[in-house]
């Protein structure tokens, strides 16, 4: 899943961008038992100390900041990467690939319940720009 720009604190912060690191930080916070983050595509105080948790424990590497193939979002897209065969076995089974807008081609998600409605929300969100 990529980003284009910077999220977090300092960061350029597209929607677009925010929403799939806020994504993808809820994967990882789900797999620690902690509380999901909104996912708005709006960074605010909840979604940078979600970052600097994620980094505090990860990459051991805290300013609060996701940036395009640096050390916090390399470290999200390789946890996250265990549920690409997952997710491609779901499509396999005849979900339609159609479920997910064209501008999250790129997202990988658990199939589980909890995104299902994610997916739900994705397609409610077409309008996300950069």
């Not at 997202?107 to 589980?112: E, G, I, K, W």
Request: glycine share 8%; with cysteine; hydrophobic share 40%.
């Amino acid at each position: 899943m990529d980003i284009a720009q910077s999220v977090g604190s300092g960061g350029t912060n597209a929607k677009c961008d925010v929403f799939c690191v806020q994504l993808l930080l809820n994967v990882w916070r789900a797999s620690k038992e902690l509380r999901e983050i909104r996912e708005d595509g709006i960074v605010g105080p909840e979604t940078i100390a979600a970052i600097e948790k994620f980094q505090h424990d990860v990459t051991k590497w805290v300013d609060g900041r996701v940036d395009p193939g640096g050390r916090a979002h390399r470290a999200l897209r390789e946890f996250a990467a265990p549920y690409v065969n997952e997710a491609l076995g779901f499509i396999s089974l005849g979900i339609p690939t159609t479920v997910i807008p064209l501008e999250y081609e790129n997202l990988v998600l658990p199939t589980s319940e909890l995104n299902i409605v994610r997916i739900d929300r994705l397609r409610q969100n077409r309008d996300i720009s950069r």
